[in-house]
T-cell receptor, first 111, second 110 residues
Framework: QKEVEQNSGPLSVPEGAIASLNCTYS??????FFWYRQYSGKSPELIMF????GDKEDGRFTAQLNKASQYVSLLIRDSQPSDSATYLC???????????FGQGTTLQVKP | KAGVTQTPRYLIKTRGQQVTLSCSPI?????VSWYQQTPGQGLQFLFE???????NKGNFPGRFSGRQFSNSRSEMNVSTLELGDSALYLC?????????FGPGTRLTVL
């Protein structure tokens, strides 16, 4: 079992719709959870991080964490073609400086 | 604030050679982590340095090494290059848990 799992996609949504990206992790000791966006040929860009159970909102983005189910998700409201990218879920256990990444989900937003 | 910088951006080497990559973190950040990204394996953690000390290391062979200087700049070295070392090498700097990535160094081993 991989430590962090994501559906590779592609996930295709129409412009203006809500995109839902999901991630599960295996280490119950994981404490910090991150979502990165990576455009083709570019480096990952931090979108959001979440530490506590529940929802955290930042503009069009909402991160949701459920530690009991070992599940973290990212919702993108009013999806735009510019949101088309690979979204990487990453998990950190303790203050180790070590992020464990999923394989990423490719999102396509169609005009 | 300037972001994370990495040099060089592109590098072509042949098998058996060695290579040194450099990373300058965001001003004030004392932690630098290094990652390797390949299409097959995705992003994998190499090691992390904080205040010139390696705090954590991933599952890579000893050919991969690094160091950090007193100004928090970091270098990683790969000796005896193999074809499979071709990858995008990313460094990330942080002052807490959130890590911010540099543009990466694209290494091609021929």
């Amino acid at each position: 079992q991989k430590e962090v799992e994501q559906n590779s996609g592609p996930l295709s949504v129409p412009e203006g719709a809500i995109a839902s990206l999901n991630c599960t992790y295996s280490d119950r000791g994981s404490q910090s959870f991150f979502w990165y966006r990576q455009y083709s040929g570019k480096s990952p860009e931090l979108i959001m991080f979440i530490y506590s159970n529940g929802d955290k909102e930042d503009g069009r983005f909402t991160a949701q964490l459920n530690k009991a189910s070992q599940y973290v998700s990212l919702l993108i409201r009013d999806s735009q073609p510019s949101d088309s990218a690979t979204y990487l879920c990453a998990v950190m256990t303790g203050n180790t400086g070590k992020l464990i990444f999923g394989q990423g989900t490719t999102l396509q937003v169609k005009p | 604030k300037a972001g994370v910088t990495q040099t060089p951006r592109y590098l072509i080497k042949t098998r058996g050679q060695q290579v040194t990559l450099s990373c300058s973190p965001i001003s004030g950040h004392r932690s630098v982590s290094w990652y390797q990204q390949t299409p097959g394996q995705g992003l994998q953690f190499l090691f992390e340095y904080f205040s010139e000390t390696q705090r954590n290391k991933g599952n890579f062979p000893g050919r991969f090494s690094g160091r950090q200087f007193s100004n928090s700049r970091s270098e990683m070295n790969v000796s005896t290059l193999e074809l499979g070392d071709s990858a995008l090498y990313l460094c990330a700097s942080s002052s807490s848990d959130e890590q911010f990535f540099g543009p990466g160094t694209r290494l091609t081993v021929l």
